[in-house]
């Protein structure tokens, strides 16, 4: 996904610092902003997995700093709940009137409360969703609950959050006992996504209960079985953007025309340093990703480069036999190609020693289901060579690489 570091004024005019993540090929379809954890940031590996898997369907995300958090503006003694609401809203307007109006919006913890306080502040949205979020803002009081008797004597205590020390007021105390979820849930009237793990020892599995019950349907409600609330393994986060994703196919256009399209290139493949080797694809409008192992340096997020070299001359190879069974009206009930990539001498495949060095090889086994001869399923195996990506291997190509 493609990040551009950009700032908006929020309501007292200091500037809070966001991202924006585009698509691969820079055209949103929608936009969603992420609103993260208290006291958390936008930096946070959960909201980049989130995120990536957003991008992959088309829909932008703009995720930002709370005031006095991470790299945005203001101190963060001076703020409150309400305060993040309002921010919130900023965002949203802000992309409305240099982007396109969010559709999307996603909270997590105490963002998640957030987003369900700003969204019937928000029209342009068609799905809310929340992730491990309290089911009433008093909730997060918890988590300083030592600290509350210093507050309400001095006006203010340091309290450790996440290993960081931080200053809660009491305004802020205060402001927090002053908002009620239960009434402003039940008044959204929007497709509701709630996802909660019932193994959440910072927001307990009851909040998402409470969540539900106030709402109007259509809502859903996904647990995230076995998840610490920070979604901190990797595989949770690409997990619940995953869901997200395909649940917001539900409500949010996605579909784009070609004509629409600002490449004139059939595929484009971006790497970000942040990323490591993970580098994405979009292959005329479908998205993919492409790594290596761990044991040579990638993420093991998706194929190789080479997988994905073989797999094309496998699909290849399927869909010409299908055609040719098609025209011939055979009765060719499944083809499986199996494909094995190898390096081997040259003497080894008949090129003699001149040649010498190793050669790039590729197995490739057929494997035909129906009811056909011995002579039509030779036939077959002659038509595999016939495959373009086959010839296009076999024969030779020139890649022709300019600047852009």
């Excluded at 579909?255 to 080797?277: D, I, P, S, Y």
């Excluded at 290849?316 to 190898?342: F, G, P, W």
Aim: with cysteine; net charge negative; glycine share 8%.
């Amino acid at each position: 996904m493609k990040t551009v570091k950009l700032q908006f004024e929020n309501a007292e005019g200091l500037m809070l610092a966001a991202r924006l993540e585009h698509p691969v090929d820079k055209l949103p379809t929608a936009y969603a902003i992420f609103a993260h954890c208290f006291t958390c940031t936008k930096n946070l590996l959960a909201v980049t997995n989130i995120s990536r898997a957003l991008t992959a369907k088309g829909i932008a995300v703009l995720r930002f700093d709370f005031t006095g958090l991470g790299e945005s503006e203001g101190d963060f003694a001076d703020t409150n709940f309400s305060g993040n609401v309002q921010d919130l809203v900023v965002a949203a307007k802000y992309l409305e009137q240099n982007y396109q109006a969010p559709e999307i919006i996603i909270g997590h913890s105490l963002g998640g409360a957030a987003v369900l306080m700003a969204a019937a502040e928000i029209p342009s949205l068609r799905a809310v969703v929340t992730i491990g979020a309290p089911a009433d803002p008093p909730h997060v009081k918890k988590l300083f609950h030592s600290s509350l008797e210093e507050i309400e004597a001095n006006g203010k205590a340091v309290v450790s959050l996440g290993g960081r020390p931080f200053t809660i007021k009491k305004q802020f105390v205060d402001d927090l006992e002053k908002n009620s979820l239960n009434s402003i849930i039940g008044e959204i009237r929007k497709p509701l996504l709630i996802l909660h793990s019932p193994q959440d020892d910072t927001v307990g599995i009851k909040n998402a209960e409470k969540i539900y019950l106030a709402a109007h349907h259509p809502k859903s409600y996904i647990s995230l079985d076995g998840a610490d609330h920070l979604l901190s393994k990797k595989e949770d986060s690409l997990y619940v953007g995953d869901v997200i994703a395909s649940w917001a196919t539900r409500y949010i256009d996605l579909k784009v025309e070609k004509k629409e399209l600002r490449t004139n290139h059939q595929v484009v493949v971006r790497n970000e340093k942040q990323h490591g080797l993970l580098s994405e694809i979009m292959a005329n409008g479908h998205y993919m990703v492409a790594d290596e192992p761990e044991d040579v340096g990638g993420t093991n997020l998706g194929g190789t480069p080479y997988d994905y070299l073989v797999a094309a001359l496998g699909a290849c190879t399927a869909m010409t036999i299908r055609l040719y069974a098609n025209h011939k009206k055979i009765d060719l009930s499944e083809v499986k190609v199996h494909l094995t990539r190898a390096k081997r001498y040259a003497e080894d495949v008949g090129k003699g020693e001149a040649e010498g060095g190793q050669m790039e090889f590729i197995d490739r086994e057929i494997e035909l289901t129906g009811d056909l001869t011995q002579e039509q399923r030779e036939r077959i195996l002659q038509i595999a060579d016939k495959c373009p990506v086959h010839k296009t291997l076999s024969h030779g190509l020139i890649v022709n690489s300019v600047l852009k």
